[in-house]
């Protein structure tokens, strides 16, 4: 059962790799699919039943295929994206792996572990999930749907086409396809 | 269902915290690497799964249904940023024609 948690893991950390280093933002989006399914994995083996059905919906049903439609919709394929400097990505990547040994020794020491008998795998069922949210934490749950509604709201908002006025940005220096 | 839970003890709680840092890592990485915005967006997606894997890990070994309703209103609130920043997205790409974050540098000064 261990390996199939390195499994898991090889395939996550492989796709996340593959959505950073991808060139096309179509193959980031289904390497991200490929991480996310995989960390839905993740939670069934940790037996949190309740938030691998809600990830699998939530984020591969609707933010993905959102995030998709989009890249599609505006065509981004056609642009080909300019890479920053060498320095810069350099330095990116320095910062991560900087990142990675900062969160790793903060962890090392003084990392207080819960006792054995804390463990309790059934917590992640959705009766005790139902519970834990409709009773502590109701307020939260209600406010969340008028965060929702704000949100809806804003992205009609935002995304409505009005041609009145033009925010007049510096045009692209990427070259751009014009036959597609 | 009792194959499951034995299953779970198997896997240490160290391999969680590592694999989580790992992700949010490459995720800070690649928001710092990339120029088109919406990897930047999948990038700072990333970055917020490794966390929720971290919490969905440490509230199974505490015990705890708190940790896991946590993750459940980040991935509400995930929903909404993305709702929203796929908007400014379109319109950026409506009216600055590019989504290239070097354009995007009025906000600086």
Request: with cysteine; aromatic share 8%; hydrophobic share 60%.
């Amino acid at each position: 059962m261990l390996y199939l948690f390195y499994l898991l893991a090889a395939v996550s950390i492989i796709a996340a790799v593959v959505v950073v280093a991808a060139r096309s933002p179509i193959n980031s989006v289904i390497a991200l699919v490929v991480c996310f399914l995989s960390i839905a994995g993740h939670y069934v083996l940790l037996n949190a039943q309740f938030l691998a059905m809600v990830h699998v919906i939530v984020y591969t049903g609707a933010i993905l295929v959102l995030m998709l439609f989009v890249i599609m919709l505006l065509n981004m394929n056609a642009t080909v994206e300019q890479r920053k400097p060498l320095a810069v990505r350099l330095m990116a990547v320095v910062t991560g792996g900087m990142m990675l040994l900062v969160l790793l020794a903060a962890t090392r020491q003084g990392l207080a572990l819960p006792a054995p008998e804390a463990f309790n795998p059934g917590i992640g069922l959705v009766r005790n999930i139902g519970m834990s949210l409709f009773q502590d934490f109701l307020v939260p749950f209600e406010v969340s749907s008028v965060l929702f509604l704000s949100a809806m709201a804003g992205a009609m908002m935002l995304a409505k086409k009005d041609g009145t006025e033009d925010v007049n940005l510096p045009p692209s220096s990427e070259p751009r396809d014009k036959a597609a | 269902m009792d194959n499951v839970i034995t299953a779970i003890r198997v896997v240490p709680l160290e391999h969680y915290f590592f694999l989580s840092f790992l992700l949010f890592s490459i995720g800070m990485a690649g928001a710092l690497l990339r120029r088109n915005i919406i990897i930047v967006i999948m990038c700072l997606e990333l970055m917020l799964n490794s966390v929720n894997l971290l919490l969905v890990a440490l509230s199974a070994f505490h015990g705890d249904p708190g940790g896991q309703v946590m993750v459940f209103f980040i991935m509400l609130v995930a929903a909404a940023e993305v709702t929203v920043g796929l908007a400014i997205l379109v319109q950026l790409k409506r009216n600055a024609d590019g989504v290239d974050i070097n354009q995007l540098n009025r906000l600086k000064w």
